[in-house]
């Protein structure tokens, strides 16, 4: 008897999504050791938490699919983009990769959608809030690095943000939690 309840098509897409969380937990370890070895201990500490969630991301993923009588697959990884030449550029790249992350999800949740697979639509939405808060997080360094001085910051000032930055909390706080007693 076959117990798969995915379909071919939600399979693949699926493990697609696998990969690239995967990826992206290659990503922000390149990007660490690269903070790290730039002498942003900070930004290195936060960038090696986050690889960590991404591994755990990919892990949700996999035993979804295990879940449903599917079968995940574990493939070889692309390489890691380049070192940025500075931090305006490492968050500037981080924030477009998770944006990336973001339409890969709206696909998976859209297919689902169109193929009443309401089981993975479900399992999707935990992803779709993942991103707001992946995506607000990074904002957030490039407001910091904004206020610091972009480009043109001090040598005082990215130190200071880069104490502030290691002592952040990994999750961001969302609209949804706003109140007028406690805007956000
Ligand atoms: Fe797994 Fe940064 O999204």
Redesign the pocket.
Known sequence: MDTNRLSKAITDILNNQVK??AE?AQIYLSYATWADSEGYAGVANLLFR?SG??RD?MMKVIDYIQERGGRAKVTALSAPPKDPKNLQECFEKIFQ??VD?TNAIYEIVSLSHDEKDWATWNFGQW?VK??IE?ETLVMDLLDKLKIAGGAKATSESLLYLDSKIGQQDDDADLARDASVESPQ
């Open positions: 690239k969380e992206a986050h969630e991404e991301h990769h998770e992350n992803f993942e991103q992946e």
